[in-house]
Each structure stands twice: as structure tokens, then as C-alpha cells.
């Protein structure tokens, strides 16, 4: 007797389908000639390839991105000479990839480097990396930036007086309940934290513990959640290591601070970014020049602290940025100085990475985010 499909059967073969296949968002820098802005990309996840979709062109430096929780609107930051940095919204097209813009506002702040947004699509916090401030910006209702804004001057210095001479915000990560945003300052070494209050004009305001020191000379510069909520992850670019924290209502409790870098290693520091593995069993960071890899470390599920089980090369030069896809089967390196993205296979049992011979070749890539399709 022949099979017959059933409805039910078609409907899990579709919802299985488009499981399998994500939208891949790309920022670059403009400045090197070698791109033109904003790259989508299919992304299979059942094979590891990847498909140019669109893209959007004529920006300046569209690095760092992201993406509103209905995943309707993407946030760009457009980083320009002193002055002109600005952030620019866009509507997002899942089925096509076209990113229509919608406007931009002014970064307020110098060097804008890193943004993110509110689950409520409130507003977008901007981290101004050379002029050592955070904005909060305003977003309309149809997700457009409005001209509402929070701007936070930060003061001080650190003990590396070529790298900590002034203030240098980083990342403004939101806590994964959405009522605290965690302000990286690699120049004071500090984590600075904020609470969120979302339907105020002027949503920020400083958390009953409004920071946490990191080591002098660390330069603490993005930060990542465990899945849990309990637990949190700096990566330190200037000392290379990852500092382990407990996470409740807006205060961090140190664990842990241990070393991404090689036994004896002596060359160059240029640690970058850092991500938790969907399954929270593994956590990944990258190193730059000269050491071009990612550290991988195992996390104990219970105290949330961190063995380093291994490292990979990135195959590339200058891994500013990756990004693990939303099923944790496939890990991706952006290789800013070598104009690739690596696609590496994940053993989700081990959490070692295996090259699988994909590439993607865009000019100058520094983020990576993953959308549904």
C-alpha cells in the first residue's frame, strides 16, 4: 500500500524546513572599498552553507547590529569620523532580506561601536566607544527612530595609560529579564549597571550596585548571559581573560576570572567577542591578532564557573565577531582583516569545532546575527 501524506505530516515537514534555514545578518566596514554595507545571507543549518539573499548598500560602516525581538526591524551602527556617527533603522523583509530604511538619529557620542534594543522596542542603548558615553534613543511605533534621547557621559581612566587614558564604553548588553543594561567600560574597567525603566522619556538610571571593578588593566569589553539568567560572561580584551559572574536583579557576584589565552603565552592581547551555546554547556571567546583563535571553555552547570577544554584556530586573521546559530549546530567566524566568515560544525557533546570547508566572502565583516526565515 502506497503512503499517503497526511495534513499534519505536511505541516511538521514545513515547520521542519524552515527550521533548518535562518536568515544570516552581516555588518561590515565600508572604509576598506571592500564593502558596500549590510549583507543578508541564507544560512542552511542542516548542510552549514550559505546563500547571498540582499543587502543594503551606501552606509557608512554599518558594524555592529541588531535586532528588535519581533525580528521586524534591524539597528545599525554607522561609525564615522568625530561627530557623525549616527544609528540607523531599518524595516526587515524575513522572506526577501531587503532592509528598507526607515531613518537615522545622531550617535550623540563619539566612535559608536555597539547597540542594542529593548524587548519592548522602547528604544535602542548605543555604546559610544571613543567618546566614552552611552545613549539611550527613543523608537517610535513603527520601530523608526524618534529624536528623544538619554545621553551618559562616563569619567575616569585605568591603569594602561596608552589604552585606558579616558573612558571607552564597549557593549550595552540588557539582562535577560529586560530591567537592567550592563555598560562595559574598557577604559575605567568597570562593568557599569543601569536599570531600565522602559516607558520613562529618560529610561536609565543607576542600579542600587550601579558597577562592578574588573582587574585593573583588564579593559572588560562585551558581555554575555548563560540561558539560565543566573550566570554572566566578560571577555576581557586587554588581559585576555573571561570573568564568571552570578547575575540577581542588576548585581553581579565575581566567581570566577580565568585565562583564554595559551600556557605561556607572551604575544599579543586583542581579545574581542564572547558567546554562551544555546544548551549553556559551553562558552566560546575570540582572540585577535596574533592569536587569531577561539578559546573554548566547558561551564559547570551548577556554580557556573568555567574549564578551558580547548581552542580553535579562525582560520582567518582578526575574529572581531561570531555567532553560534539558534540550534547550536553550527558555529561562525567573522574574520574582519581576511574579509571571511568560517563555518565551523559544533560537537555539541564535546563543544569542539570542526572546519566544514564553507565559507562566506564579504569585505570586512565585524557582526554576525542570526533571524528567522
Known amino acids: 500500500m502506497k503512503p499517503t501524506l497526511t495534513l499534519l505530516g505536511l505541516v511538521l515537514m514545513i515547520l521542519t524546513s524552515q527550521a533548518q534555514t535562518y536568515n544570516l545578518i552581516i555588518g561590515t566596514y565600508t572604509k576598506s572599498g571592500k564593502s558596500e554595507g549590510i549583507y543578508v545571507y541564507e544560512f542552511d543549518s542542516k ?20 535586532i528588535s525581538n519581533d525580528e521586524k526591524k534591524v539597528y545599525a551602527i554607522c561609525e564615522a569620523e568625530p561627530g557623525k556617527g549616527a544609528v540607523t533603522a531599518f524595516s526587515f523583509d524575513k522572506k526577501t532580506g531587503a532592509l528598507n530604511k526607515l531613518n537615522s538619529q545622531p550617535s550623540i557620542g563619539n566612535g559608536p561601536c555597539y547597540v542594542s534594543v529593548d524587548k519592548a522596542n522602547k528604544h535602542v542603548f548605543v555604546a559610544n566607544y571613543v567618546g566614552g558615553s552611552a545613549t539611550a534613543i527613543a523608537l517610535n511605533s513603527d ?12 569619567k575616569g581612566s585605568g591603569v594602561n595609560k596608552e589604552r585606558q587614558e579616558a573612558p571607552h564604553i564597549h557593549s550595552t548588553v540588557i539582562s535577560p529579564d529586560g530591567k537592567y543594561l550592563l555598560i562595559s567600560d574598557l577604559g575605567t574597567d568597570k562593568i557599569n549597571i543601569l536599570e531600565i525603566k522602559s516607558e520613562q522619556a529618560k529610561p536609565l538610571r543607576e542600579a542600587k550596585t550601579p558597577f562592578i571593578s574588573t582587574q585593573p588593566g583588564s579593559g572588560p569589553r562585551h558581555f554575555d548571559f548563560h540561558p539560565n539568567g543566573k550566570f554572566g560572561y566578560s571577555i576581557q580584551e ?14 553581579l557576584t565575581l566567581l570566577q576570572d580565568i585565562s583564554g589565552l595559551p600556557a605561556n603565552y607572551n ?42 577544554i580547548g581552542s580553535q584556530p579562525t582560520l582567518g586573521r582578526a575574529p572581531r565577531n561570531f555567532a ?7 558555529l561562525l567566524a567573522a574574520n574582519q582583516t581576511s574579509d571571511s566568515i568560517v563555518i565551523f560544525k559544533r ?20 557582526c554576525l546575527k542570526f533571524a528567522g526565515n
Open 143 to 154: 520601530g523608526s527612530l524618534s529624536n528623544e534621547n538619554q545621553f551618559i557621559q562616563y
Open 324 to 330: 553560534i546559530t539558534p540550534n547550536g549546530d553550527f
Open 267 to 308: 604575544g599579543k592581547i586583542w581579545s574581542a567577542d564572547i558567546h554562551v551555546s544555546p544548551d549553556g554547556k559551553f562558552l566560546y571567546a575570540s582572540n585577535r591578532d596574533d592569536l587569531n583563535n577561539l578559546a573554548i571553555f566547558g561551564i559547570d552547570m551548577k556554580s557556573g564557573k568555567l574549564k578551558m
Open 238 to 251: 586587554l588581559s585576555g581573560n573571561v570573568s564568571a559572574y552570578k547575575y540577581a536583579n542588576g548585581k
Open 47 to 66: 548542510t552549514g552553507k550559505a546563500s547571498y539573499k540582499n543587502k543594503a548598500a551606501g552606509l557608512t560602516n554599518p558594524s555592529y547590529l541588531a
Open 347 to 366: 560537537d555539541k557533546l564535546t563543544g569542539l569545532l570542526s572546519d566544514t570547508g564553507e565559507r562566506i566572502e564579504v569585505g570586512t565583516p565585524v
